[in-house]
């Protein structure tokens, strides 16, 4: 079975805090993708990063940073200096292998306030 | 460029009440799928097609039908409104392979 679970379920900083939101995930695929989506007030889906479950380098786009652990099963995205435009809900992912048709499984997504 | 496009965008339903949510893309994707999110609980997907002529059960299928007739739409239908399918659908297409999914804007459905 295919799962994703945020716990956080609404996280409140204040401008230029670094911010951490996790992601942890089940599969039984071996081959798998992780994604980071963000949803602002307006409502759309921004997709941020994608992940294949045999690229466990950390990478950082920015203010942003994602650190991936097969170990743990966690996919965390870490945001540095937060912004009030970062103010949104975050989703994490996940995506099996091509015989799951790639069908995408999602958290229930933190929402990041971020004060002024 | 326009993506992914959902039709209407806002949308009030009396209990009984049957509509169809379209979805078009412009991007020449095989995969289709329809979401719908709920508070606390994410997205959860509805329906889901790989081609043209070809549709598929997601996580909560009951009370919607689908049909994807032209590979570049993709259709949601709900015969008889229920006031439990309140909720924010989303449509998504996406490439073959492990792409990212692009998705519609929504459509905000209430059903009183």
């Known amino acids: 079975a295919q799962k994703v679970t945020q716990a956080q379920t609404e996280i409140s900083v204040v401008e230029k805090e670094d911010v951490t939101l996790d992601c942890v995930y089940e599969t039984r695929d071996t081959t798998y993708y992780l994604f980071w989506y963000k949803q602002p007030p307006s409502g759309e889906l921004v997709f941020l990063i994608r992940?294949?479950?045999?690229?466990?380098q950390n990478e950082i786009s920015g203010r942003y940073s994602w650190n991936f652990q097969k170990s743990t099963s966690s996919f965390n995205f870490t945001i540095t200096a937060s912004q009030v435009v970062d103010s949104a809900v975050y989703f994490c992912a996940l995506s099996g292998s091509i015989y799951n048709f790639n069908k995408f499984y999602f958290g229930s997504g933190t929402k990041l306030n971020v004060k002024p | 460029n326009a993506g992914v496009t959902q039709t209407p965008k806002f949308r009030v339903l009396k209990t009984g009440q049957s509509m169809t949510l379209l979805c078009a893309q412009d991007?020449?994707?095989?995969?289709m799928y329809w979401y719908r999110q709920d508070p606390g609980m994410g997205l959860r997907l509805i329906h889901y097609s790989v081609g043209e002529g070809t549709t598929a059960k997601g996580e909560v299928p009951d009370g919607y039908n689908v049909s994807r007739l032209k590979k570049q739409n993709f259709l949601l239908g709900l015969e008889s409104a229920a006031p439990s399918q309140t909720s924010v659908y989303f449509c998504?297409?996406?490439?073959?392979?492990?792409?990212?999914?692009?998705f519609g804007q929504g459509t905000r459905l209430t059903v009183v």
């Open positions: 992940r294949n479950s045999f690229d466990e």
């Open positions: 998504a297409s996406k490439t073959t392979g492990n792409t990212e999914a692009f």
């Open positions: 991007m020449n994707h095989e995969y």
